[in-house]
């Protein structure tokens, strides 16, 4: 799990916690301390240096792994954010656009994405082409009514968020927002104010809307927030 899901964890729990209740915040994969020490090799262009790695040998069940149950959360609609950063959520793209996940190409100094990891999509054919996600638990409006996403677009237009019932599509509501500049990243602020909570486990995003040109987005940092 990253530093900034794990913060915003704890305002999740400061807004709605109970107090002396306790709680597990917890990704969604499990990784070896092996395997991020490689991951972390493999991000900042470096190799990894085996001959520092000590397995315990001593000890062979020394900290072989700590299982910790986050469903406490999940049954309180602590579903977003999303990011790229350690965990790769599965979206699937429509309308002839492609998806993939890379290393964020405009991280540089003064950037308000500073991420390692984002998601591109290039726009198909379609003029409704975009990519969608399914969430884990339904989203919940009760404190937090917006959803901001950071964007970086190659054309500035109009940008689409659905949210959706993954069983089904006719429970939705969507929105739209426009970007004002290109080849920059941005957050855009999408309100769903009033929005009825406990319907919606699927997100849908439609990055230059009512267009057919191949144009390319990033996407990254998707969150609640009021």
């Known amino acids: ?18 107090l002396g209740e306790s709680y597990k915040l917890t990704g969604e994969k499990e990784v070896s301390n092996l395997e ?16 520092m790695v000590d397995f315990h040998s001593d000890r062979p069940g020394h900290d ?8 406490k959360m999940k049954k309180m609609d602590w579903t977003l954010p999303i990011d790229f950063e350690t965990i790769e959520p599965t979206f699937t ?21 500073t991420s390692i990891r984002v998601l591109e999509t ?14 884990d638990s339904k989203l919940s409006f009760a404190n937090d009514s917006l959803i901001k996403i950071k964007v970086w677009a190659e054309k500035a237009g109009v940008f689409k968020v659905k949210l959706e019932d993954k ?7 969507e929105k739209e927002v426009n970007i ?11 309100g769903f104010n009033n929005s009825n909570s406990g319907l919606y486990d ?21 969150k609640q927030s009021n």
């Open 1 to 18: 799990i990253h530093a900034r899901n794990i913060a915003d964890g704890v305002l999740f729990l400061l807004e709605n916690g109970t």
């Open 36 to 51: 991020m020490a490689q991951i972390i090799a493999d991000t900042i262009g470096k190799e990894l240096k085996y001959k």
């Open 64 to 71: 072989l792994r700590y299982g910790l149950d986050g469903n």
């Open 93 to 113: 793209a429509f309308g002839n656009s492609s998806v993939q996940i890379i290393n964020n190409p405009d991280a540089r100094p003064g950037s308000i994405n």
């Open 122 to 135: 290039t726009h198909g054919d379609e003029t409704w082409a975009g990519v969608s996600v399914d969430l």
């Open 167 to 173: 069983d089904d599509p006719n429970v939705s509501i």
């Open 180 to 190: 004002p500049v290109s080849f920059s990243w941005i957050e855009i602020s999408v």
């Open 202 to 222: 699927k997100i849908a995003l439609f990055p230059g809307w009512n267009t057919t040109t191949p144009d390319k987005y990033y996407i990254d940092d998707i």
